[in-house]
């Protein structure tokens, strides 16, 4: 059973840098993608920003292009995502997901970890 773990929110004023983990546990676990979500309190999860394993290729939402860098360490099997200039509307919990399914969705996902961004 992969199991996905991520590390890094916390409490930051608007302006502020965070820089979240994701890396599996368990078994061996290679993906061809992985991702960050985000869920806002009384919103549905959103697409923030993914990575392709093998080419490095990003995408991201336009809310986080030019403050939120995602990048990998192969030899870690660890995705991060670099989060800077943060505005309040960033706060959420943020999701890891790996391994997309030919629905458009992720096969795993981690338990989330929140991020709140003070004005």
């Known amino acids: 059973q992969v199991q996905l773990v991520e590390s890094g929110g916390g409490l930051v004023q608007s302006g502020d840098s965070l820089r979240l983990s994701c890396a599996p546990s368990g078994r061996t676990f290679t993906s061809r993608a992985m991702a960050w979500f985000r869920q806002a309190p009384g919103k549905e999860r959103e697409f923030v920003a993914a990575?392709?394993?093998?080419?490095?290729?990003?995408y991201y939402t336009d809310s986080v292009k030019g403050r939120f860098t995602i990048s990998r360490d192969n030899a870690k099997n660890t995705v991060y995502l670099q989060m800077n200039t943060l505005k309040p509307e960033d706060t959420a919990v943020y999701y890891c997901?790996?391994?997309?399914?030919?629905?458009?969705?992720?096969?795993?996902w981690g338990q989330g970890t929140q991020v709140t961004v003070s004005s």
């Open positions: 990575i392709s394993w093998t080419s490095g290729s990003t």
């Open positions: 997901a790996a391994d997309p399914n030919p629905n458009g969705g992720y096969d795993y």
